[in-house]
């Protein structure tokens, strides 16, 4: 059955087209840096935002008008996989993303969940065979059923915990099934509310012997993907264990896991934590622990995690100038972890979203590869710390120098001079670049 029905696949027609159905700037078969966009950028479609969003809100029922939605129980969810890969085809997408119950119901007892799940997957797998989209990641959702209410691997109850593991478990099965390139933990519930009732330290020792479980099972089974940890400072805890890249990597150091996790980001959890889309990309890649992202933005003027879909072309340059920089994401790629608005919830909607969001991250890595091959950036930082080149800093660098001697230059010193950190250049010059691609410029 067709749900997009006036609708054709969507084709790149170049920065002139006026078809709301069509490309502007991203091409698939476009080489930059030596692959093809699509191989580059890696998108993935949100099984959870784009099929089972009804754009409810605290304070509003849901908006979204979707032709699969006049089903049921599995009928909806056997729907549902219909429409997606029909979406998947039509957006010319490589990759798709899901929780467990994104894609199937949960049942009476997990064992009527495990089936339910069995029954989807099996029909996902079929419609793979015969297309080119791919599974990024899956994940299982341990946060939303009141069960969860203490949290998952830190809940307060064995029982909880016990559930959650087993819950993992089959999500490891099922992205070996489905040949999963990546699994992602995000730890919703994995926080506290308040510490008057909470210890932390057998919370955050439990997550850590939980982790440890997934890594010897995913080995026992012989599921090679890459595992993924989420970091988001708080919603729906008030502080949540994995606040951000840097929190998230002490813990995967004090528990010895360093060596089996890197980092999925989510713009708006970024910016969420204090911090912009960039930091935590930057902070990832330099530990080298930059694994995949999850494309989004937050609104300036909300706090909470409003999940838009990328436009601002600012951001999308600066987040591709650090992953080229990372050498790309390897397994990783970008999903699009967004929903449309409130106000558009028509089902071509869905189109228009996602094709905003490739086109502005397209944008982004063409001028982010320009930065990189002119070398203006990268030449304003050297510049800047090119006292550590020699004399002193070139000490201080190889860690041949001690307080006494770092005294005895400094009491020699007359004056010291500083060159200008030059942020308004700096911006003037992204600007430039980010207006020379919009006016077709090479």
């Given at each position: 059955?067709?749900?997009?029905?006036?609708?054709?696949?969507?084709?790149?027609?170049?920065?002139?087209?006026?078809?709301?159905?069509?490309?502007?700037?991203?091409?698939?078969?476009?080489?930059?840096?030596?692959?093809?966009m699509?191989?580059?950028?890696?998108?993935?479609?949100?099984?959870?935002?784009?099929?089972?969003?009804?754009?409810?809100?605290?304070?509003?029922?849901?908006?979204?008008?979707?032709?699969?939605?006049?089903?049921?129980?599995m009928?909806?969810?056997?729907a549902?996989?219909?429409?997606?890969?029909?979406?998947?085809?039509?957006?010319?997408?490589?990759?798709?993303?899901?929780?467990?119950?994104?894609?199937?119901?949960?049942?009476?007892?997990?064992?009527?969940?495990?089936?339910?799940?069995?029954?989807?997957?099996?029909?996902?797998?079929?419609?793979?065979?015969?297309?080119?989209?791919?599974?990024?990641?899956?994940?299982v959702?341990n946060?939303?059923?009141?069960?969860?209410?203490?949290?998952?691997?830190?809940?307060?109850?064995?029982?909880?915990?016990?559930?959650a593991?087993?819950?993992?478990?089959?999500?490891?099965?099922?992205?070996?099934?489905?040949?999963?390139?990546?699994?992602?933990?995000?730890?919703?519930?994995?926080?506290?509310?308040?510490?008057?009732?909470?210890?932390?330290?057998?919370?955050?020792?439990n997550?850590?012997?939980?982790?440890h479980?997934?890594v010897?099972?995913?080995?026992?089974?012989?599921f090679?993907?890459?595992?993924?940890?989420?970091?988001?400072?708080?919603?729906?805890?008030?502080?949540?264990?994995?606040?951000?890249?840097?929190?998230?990597?002490?813990f995967?150091?004090?528990?010895?896991?360093?060596d089996?996790?890197?980092?999925?980001?989510?713009?708006?959890?970024?910016?969420?934590?204090?911090?912009?889309?960039?930091h935590?990309?930057?902070?990832?890649?330099?530990?080298?622990?930059?694994g995949?992202?999850?494309?989004?933005?937050?609104?300036?003027?909300l706090?909470?995690?409003?999940?838009?879909?990328?436009?601002?072309?600012y951001?999308?340059t600066l987040?591709?100038?650090?992953?080229?920089?990372?050498?790309?994401?390897?397994?990783?790629?970008?999903?699009?972890?967004?929903?449309?608005?409130?106000?558009?919830?028509?089902?071509?909607?869905?189109?228009?979203?996602?094709?905003?969001?490739?086109?502005?991250?397209?944008?982004?890595?063409?001028?982010?590869?320009?930065?990189?091959?002119?070398?203006?950036?990268?030449?304003?930082?050297?510049?800047?710390?090119?006292?550590?080149?020699?004399?002193?800093?070139?000490?201080?660098?190889?860690?041949?120098?001690d307080?006494?001697?770092l005294?005895?230059?400094?009491?020699?010193?007359?004056s010291?001079?500083?060159?200008?950190?030059?942020?308004?250049?700096?911006?003037?010059?992204?600007?430039?670049?980010?207006?020379?691609?919009?006016?077709?410029?090479?």
């Open positions: 059955m067709a749900y997009f029905n006036n609708i054709d696949k969507i084709k790149y027609e170049g920065s002139e087209s006026t078809n709301p159905y069509a490309f502007k700037f991203y091409n698939p078969e476009e080489t930059i840096n030596g692959q093809t699509e191989e580059y950028l890696r998108f993935g479609v949100a099984y959870w935002h784009t099929f089972t969003e009804d754009l409810s809100d605290p304070f509003g029922v849901g908006t979204a008008q979707r032709p699969w939605d006049r089903y049921e129980g009928d909806l969810a056997k549902r996989v219909e429409a997606a890969f029909e979406f998947f085809e039509k957006l010319n997408v490589p990759y798709f993303c899901f929780h467990d119950v994104d894609i199937a119901p949960e049942g009476n007892s997990l064992r009527e969940s495990n089936e339910n799940l069995d029954t989807i997957v099996s029909m996902i797998k079929d419609y793979m065979k015969d297309s080119k989209t791919k599974l990024l990641w899956n994940t959702n946060f939303t059923h009141p069960r969860f209410v203490h949290g998952a691997a830190s809940s307060s109850e064995a029982d909880v915990f016990a559930y593991a087993a819950k993992v478990k089959k999500g490891l099965e099922v992205g070996k099934e489905l040949g999963s390139e990546n699994y992602v933990f995000w730890g919703g519930r994995e926080g506290y509310e308040t510490l008057l009732n909470t210890d932390m330290k057998l919370e955050l020792d997550l850590g012997r939980f982790y479980m997934a010897n099972y995913a080995k026992e089974i012989g090679d993907a890459q595992f993924l940890i989420e970091p988001k400072p708080k919603e729906p805890t008030t502080h949540q264990y994995d606040f951000d890249v840097a929190s998230g990597y002490a995967l150091q004090k528990y010895d896991l360093q089996h996790f890197k980092f999925n980001i989510e713009a708006n959890h970024a910016t969420l934590a204090g911090h912009t889309f960039e935590e990309l930057h902070y990832a890649r330099i530990n080298n622990v930059l995949s992202v999850d494309a989004n933005q937050g609104h300036p003027l706090g909470w995690d409003t999940d838009e879909f990328p436009t601002d072309l951001s999308t987040a591709m100038y650090e992953i080229i920089k990372n050498g790309g994401l390897g397994r990783g790629g970008l999903n699009f972890d967004a929903k449309v608005r409130r106000g558009s919830f028509k089902p071509e909607d869905l189109f228009h979203a996602h094709i905003a969001g490739m086109d502005s991250f397209a944008v982004g890595l063409k001028v982010a590869q320009k930065l990189l091959e002119d070398g203006g950036l990268e030449n304003i930082i050297e510049d800047r710390y090119s006292s550590y080149k020699d004399g002193i800093g070139k000490d201080i660098v190889n860690g041949t120098t307080f006494h001697k005294e005895q230059h400094a009491l020699g010193l007359e010291i001079s500083q060159p200008s950190g030059r942020l308004e250049n700096i911006k003037a010059i992204i600007n430039q670049y980010l207006l020379k691609t919009f006016a077709g410029e090479k």
